[in-house]
């Protein structure tokens, strides 16, 4: 197989497998004689943030501020045998100042004290020289669900894809492994015993008939069963069992748009003792529909819910900064909110909530863009920071109003800064601005 088409297929992986839209800078390629292709590109970020945490909302009523950077480097490999080789290395901090606060300007780097964080991001090896197919063994990024399930994750993962071409799009069916849990490298301190390691095994399909994005998952999630005793604390990595159900869609048709995607948790695992997150049935929805009343105004408008518990992705788009809109590898510095929950765990009841928003974009110019939003959550039975384990932080609710602007100017392709606003009342009670310059090459 060529090696264009190895990239093809690729792009296609990324963007369908993990049901979502997907968005990459053109790299930069060379090819080298006698040994493939090696592709290049890198992008950064850095942010400065101011929080006002309210007296209302969970945690220390006192505001803080901050600085992050972040940068990561692309490098792939491509032979003309269908084999590629994709890495990217991360690295992120917290601005601390000298020797990211390790004890003084004359202290070493690695002295064990807030160091920064490099982690090899991705790697993993992929294969498509079987036509129609790809593989992939290794650290890979995981998406499903316009982020509603998961978002921006890494997986130690082994995928097999088929892709099936039609006159009206295309269907790709795929088959998932993914090591969620070692015990052996674990520092886990909630654990009084062993807790096993943990497995998922995935089936879906995924694909686009005349427009219409779709997607269908099942995981089955397989750990080891929790010790006899009671447990006062609700472990994450004491999962028997269960199983996510997770459907989404999306359509756009003429100026209207929408979208959608459903979590459907289903376990009795905690018919006998109430210990296991995501141990009893649960679900959760959202819709969004849209409407471009002129090429430069859009209106959208949201409506999410939760039962028992229902699971949501933390990088899930709320309308808010405060709320969610924080993906697992980009943490929203000021996010202060969560509309989700664990299931209906250590006998605290189902969880159910409410989340609607509206939200303007505006294409002031071919450069600048400008969103307002405006919306509402409503939770009761909040138990989604641990109220077993700090039973003096428990709300029976957690109400809000939020208001939300941002301001995006890209001065260059690919190249940004972006300040945004966000304020909740009541129950969150929260206020935050956050600015953003991202950079990219390639």
């Not at 080298?32 to 929080?51: Q, R």
Request: proline share 2%; charged share 20%; aromatic share 14%.
């Amino acid at each position: 197989m060529n090696t264009n088409k190895n990239l093809s297929l690729s792009a296609l992986a990324l963007a369908c497998s993990m049901g979502m839209m997907a968005t990459s800078a053109q790299a930069v390629t060379v090819d080298f004689a006698d040994v493939g292709k090696i592709e290049m590109k890198a992008d950064a970020f850095v942010k400065g943030y101011h929080l006002d945490n309210g007296p209302g909302n969970f945690g220390p009523d006192e505001s803080k501020k901050g600085a992050q950077s972040q940068v990561r480097l692309t490098m792939n490999m491509y032979n003309d045998s269908g084999w590629a080789i994709k890495t990217r290395l991360l690295g992120f901090y917290d601005w601390a100042g000298d020797r990211r606060h390790s004890g003084g300007s004359g202290t070493d780097y690695d002295n064990g004290i807030n160091n920064d964080s490099i982690s090899l991001d991705e790697a993993y090896l992929e294969y498509t020289g079987i036509d129609s197919w790809l593989f992939r063994v290794g650290r890979q990024e995981a998406n499903w669900g316009y982020n509603f399930n998961i978002a921006d994750d890494r997986r130690d993962r082994i995928l097999a894809m088929k892709t099936l071409m039609l006159d009206t799009g295309y269907v790709g069916l795929i088959g998932i492994y993914d090591l969620r849990f070692a015990e052996d490298h674990s520092t886990n301190g909630l654990a009084p015993v062993s807790t096993g390691d943990l497995s998922m095994y995935t089936i879906a399909a995924v694909g686009n008939y005349s427009g219409l994005d779709w997607g269908v998952l099942w995981a089955y999630f397989d750990g080891k069963p929790a010790p006899d005793f009671p447990n006062e604390v609700s472990n994450p990595y004491y999962t028997d069992y269960f199983h996510n159900i997770s459907p989404y869609f999306g359509k756009t048709m003429g100026d209207f748009s929408v979208k959608g995607a459903a979590n459907i948790i289903l376990s009795d695992a905690n018919k006998d003792n109430a210990i296991y997150f995501w141990g009893n049935n649960s679900w959760s929805a959202f819709l969004e529909a849209g409407y471009q009343f002129t090429p430069e105004f859009q209106l959208q408008a949201q409506v999410a819910a939760i039962g028992d518990g229902g699971l949501v992705g933390r990088g899930w788009d709320s309308y808010s900064m405060l709320i969610n809109s924080s993906s697992r590898n980009e943490i929203n510095p000021v996010r202060t909110e969560f509309f989700g929950g664990f299931g209906d765990f250590n006998g605290n009841g189902g969880q159910d909530g409410l989340l609607y928003g509206l939200r303007a974009n505006w294409n002031a110019s071919e450069q600048l863009k400008v969103t307002f939003a405006v919306g509402r959550m409503d939770m009761d039975n909040y138990n989604a920071n641990l109220s077993s384990v700090l039973p003096d932080t428990f709300r029976d609710n957690t109400k809000g109003t939020f208001y939300d602007i941002k301001a995006l100017y890209e001065f260059s392709k690919g190249n940004s800064i972006e300040v945004r606003a966000g304020h909740a009342d009541e129950d969150i009670d929260d206020t935050a601005i956050l600015t953003t310059l991202r950079v990219s090459f390639g």
